[in-house]
């Protein structure tokens, strides 16, 4: 996405401005800087994003585009239904990775207007698993803080997204880190895929016993898993992956 907004900038030979908590991966910043982008940042809160965000507005005049509470974001990510069914269309169940739920929403929306009977299974990070405990209670919860290594999945849902979450996602399955870096293990060690945390989570969720025990398990002839996102910090990944190898 990174990527797609830079090119947009210079189609229309505009400042972009990105904002970014400081908890966030420094290759993703320094990509930012590299396209020429402007980086203003935040505490990690959502509370600190937005407040930070106004400011830059009433200070620039600068136009918010929501990463994932708006309509037309989730239209964009809709496509991705579009192309998948379009070229593999037997698939009878998705898989995607949840934050705010713009692109979960998307994906939904599009293709159960194809296929009714297909499931979308949300995944999410334990330690940030405010999607999974709103679809038990029924209402959007938020987090007084997060703790994953799934740095794109820190965000809550939003007032566009929920009721998408809320009545057509068929279930969140959360997944440990530690499921998370096996995940990213088996991309880079046989599928030869970069993919950060938040882009792994979907075959980490696939893999975990949450999914293998479901009733949806013995149903799904054909898995569909969104693979979102190719930011990785390699100094930490490879932190990550050292912490987490036995020996034998």
Known sequence: ML???????SCVESLLILLYQKMHQKCKVENVKRYGGQVI???VTMQSRETVARKVQE???AVLIHPFNDGRIMSGQGTISLELLEQVPGIDTIVVPISGGGLISGITLAAKAINPSIRIFAAEPKGADDAAQSKVVGRIVTLS???TIADGLRAFLGDKTWPVVRDLVDDVITVSDEEIIKAMQMFYEILKVAV???????LAAVLSDQFK?????KES?????IVSGGNVDLAALW???GNNTSTP
């Open 145 to 147: 803080e997060t703790n």
């Open 196 to 202: 950060e945390p938040s882009g792994a989570i979907g």
């Open 221 to 225: 002839n054909k898995v569909a898993i």
């Open 3 to 9: 990527q797609q907004c830079h090119w947009l900038q």
């Open 213 to 217: 025990q479901s009733e949806a398990w």
């Open 239 to 241: 932190n990550s992956l």
């Open 41 to 43: 940042w935040s505490e």
């Open 59 to 61: 200070d620039t005049g």
